[in-house]
């Protein structure tokens, strides 16, 4: 089932001949998955970096280690770094990242699960991120995150 979002998300890259590309961490490409099943996808999507753990995350995106133990592998500024080296590594024009706490465990810090950081960047322009915090299950989370990146980009194309 193809979702409202990802249909709008095509629609508005394609109306701003803009190209994305994501960089997915605990969404483990689902968001990719959502932006795939739209027919036309090809035209506007470059491709997603699925960057798991930390390790990927340093050696698929560039992320730097001293880096994520500083600001945590769960942050805003990850989220940023993680959008900045997807699209560093790709031909694309616009980058969003996802990396959160999906569950049911958290990873020792204090950050609660639910909470997801979805940061998006841009060739000429700053990258920003934004935090989420929800509940349910593992894949309710996941889903929801997925879903929240694609509306961030929604929010984050240029017009005119």
């Known amino acids: 089932m193809a979702s409202i979002e990802a249909q709008e998300l095509i629609r508005s890259l394609s109306s701003a001949s803009l190209s994305l590309v994501l960089a997915e ?10 932006i ?7 035209q506007v999507f470059w491709g997603s970096f699925v960057c798991y753990s930390i390790d990927a995350k340093q050696r698929m995106l560039g992320v730097d280690q001293e880096f994520i133990l500083r600001y945590g592998a769960v942050s805003g ?5 993680m959008a900045e080296g997807a699209l560093a590594r790709s031909g694309a024009d616009l980058a969003a990242a996802v990396t959160g706490l999906a569950g049911p465990d958290g990873d020792g ?12 960047a841009g ?5 920003r ?17 997925a879903l929240d990146t694609l509306r961030e ?8």
């Open 25 to 34: 961490s605990c969404t483990a490409g689902l968001a990719a998955d959502l």
């Open 129 to 145: 991120s934004s935090v989420f915090h929800y509940s349910g299950s593992r894949n309710e989370i996941r889903l929801a995150a």
């Open 123 to 127: 060739r000429e322009r700053q990258s």
């Open 36 to 42: 795939a099943r739209i027919p036309g996808a090809s």
């Open 109 to 120: 810090s204090s950050i609660p699960v639910g909470t997801v950081w979805i940061g998006v």
């Open 153 to 160: 980009l929604i929010r984050n194309i240029p017009h005119g």
């Open 77 to 81: 500024e990850t989220a940023c770094a």
